[in-house]
């Protein structure tokens, strides 16, 4: 069975940074692209970064360039989103997503940033 | 958001509903595919339709999509209490290089 368990989420100041998690079981990353997708409060989806199966590939949004870094560990099977400079308007549920738009697409159950002072 | 959808809709149960999706050339009108979640409350959203037509394995058939031109709709047929929630078509455009949603639609039954 396909899981994404998202962690790291939490309350942070703004200016400072956070570090979220995705363990990924049930598939191996390697063969798969993966995605961040956030959800302000009360507000629609917003695709966030990708990175592709081989990891020759990585975008962002241009609301997070320069500030967020995604990464993986295939050896872990862990996907990561490293959150620099974090500003009141990243505060959002975080989603891990594999393969996003295709038969495979799964979505993790979300964690929560709150960037406050 | 890039993709621009209905706040909302409603219909009574048993009715049929459309949920209309309206891009760009940049992004539908360029032949990208949209596919479409559902968002129940507090929960993450769920696949629901791929590729502009295909369902998942275990999507009811009273749901299917439909892409022409530069739009596509989302059409729940035989509408039930459950289908109350939130729905967001998704495609990828050009000029973002990214993936971009739509604004996202309630739907209501009555």
């Known amino acids: 069975e396909v899981q994404l368990v998202e962690s790291g989420g939490g309350l942070v100041k703004p200016g400072g940074s956070l570090r979220l998690s995705c363990a990924a079981s049930?598939?191996?990353?390697?063969?798969?692209?993966m995605n961040w997708v956030r959800q302000a409060p009360g507000e629609g989806l917003e695709w966030v970064s990708t990175?592709?199966?081989?990891?020759?590939?990585?975008n962002y949004a241009d609301s997070v360039k320069g500030r967020f870094t995604i990464s993986r560990d295939i050896a872990n099977n862990s996907l990561y989103l490293q959150m620099d400079s974090l500003r009141a308007e990243d505060t959002a549920i975080y989603y891990c997503?594999?393969?996003?738009?295709?038969?495979?697409?799964?979505w993790g159950q979300g964690t929560l940033v709150t960037v406050s002072s | 958001s890039v993709l621009t959808q209905p706040p909302s809709v409603s219909g009574a149960p048993g009715q049929r509903v459309t949920i209309s999706c309206t891009g760009s050339?940049?992004?539908?009108?360029?032949?990208?595919?949209v596919h479409w979640y559902q968002q129940l409350p507090g929960t993450a959203p769920k696949f629901l339709v791929y590729?502009?037509?295909n369902r998942p394995s275990g999507v009811p058939d009273r749901f299917s999509g439909s892409r022409s031109g530069t739009s596509a709709s989302l059409v729940i047929t035989g509408l039930q209490a459950e289908d109350e929630a939130d729905y967001y078509c998704?495609?990828?455009?050009?000029?973002?290089?990214?993936?971009?949603f739509g604004s996202g639609t309630k739907v209501t039954v009555l």
């Open positions: 990175i592709t199966h081989t990891g020759g590939y990585i």
């Open positions: 590729g502009n037509t």
């Open positions: 998704q495609s990828f455009d050009s000029s973002l290089s990214g993936y971009v």
């Open positions: 997503t594999r393969d996003i738009g295709t038969r495979d697409d799964s």
């Open positions: 049930g598939f191996m990353l390697s063969r798969f692209s």
């Open positions: 050339s940049s992004n539908i009108g360029s032949g990208y595919d």
